[in-house]
Structures are given as C-alpha cells and as structure tokens.
C-alpha cells in the first residue's frame, strides 16, 4: 500500500505560480512511477505530467508542456509539480497517483494509487 497525500494548491492570478507536492508513505517510493492527473466538475481525469521511478524521464500533456515540470525526491518520498504562467483553463483538483511501471503513464485507471487532490483555481 502507498498513501498519497497533495497539497500547495490555491488561489492564484493568471500568470501566477504554484508548486504542488505529494508525499508519499508506504512501501518503498522509488518503487513507482509517479503521475500528476486534474479533474474538473462533468469532465474525465486528465493526464498532466508523469515521472519514471528514478526520475530521469517524465512526460507532459501538451496542454502545459513549457509551463509545468515535474520532480520527484526519493531520499523525501515526494513528487513535485512545478506550475508556471498559470492560465485559468489550470483550474481544477489535482491529484497524484503511483504505479509500478512508467509505461502507459498517461492512463488514469493503470495507478494503483491516488491522493485525495488539491483544488488549484486561477483566476482570470
């Protein structure tokens, strides 16, 4: 079992930023891939960002490539989600998740685990 927890989300301008952080505790957390996934009301869990288990490669969505960055620290159990130039299309919770492997990282059902979210509203 992984417990995810999120949080530094908030209320932020557009062309704010925010830094997001999950802290993990569990099993051994360099064991999983990691990803960051929103949701808005009505609409399905959106892929944002995905990092392998050792960190050395990630992947984005194209809707915040330039813009985002994920990191993660093993020696802290904790992923990060670096968010720049926030535009108000940026609202929604955010959650991160774990899964053992890096492949198929953009697919929400393939995470074994999940925070709870942290709301990021970006106000226009």
């Known amino acids: 079992q992984v417990q995810l927890v999120e949080s530094g989300g908030g209320l932020v301008q557009a062309g704010g930023s925010l830094r997001l952080s999950c802290a993990a505790s569990?099993?051994?957390?360099?064991?999983?891939?990691l990803g960051w996934f929103r949701q808005t009301p009505g609409k399905e869990r959106e892929f944002v960002a995905g990092?392998?288990?050792?960190?050395?490669?990630?992947d984005y969505a194209d809707s915040v490539k330039g813009r985002f960055m994920i990191s993660r620290d093993n020696a802290k159990n904790t992923v990060y989600l670096q968010m720049n130039n926030l535009k108000p299309e940026d609202t929604a919770v955010y959650y991160c998740?774990?899964?053992?492997?890096?492949?198929?990282?953009?697919?929400?059902?393939?995470?074994?685990?999940w925070g709870r979210g942290t709301q990021v509203t970006v106000s226009s």
């Open positions: 998740a774990a899964k053992q492997r890096f492949r198929d990282r953009s697919v929400s059902y393939m995470y074994d685990y």
């Open positions: 990092i392998s288990l050792s960190g050395g490669t990630t």
């Open positions: 569990g099993r051994p957390f360099s064991s999983y891939a």
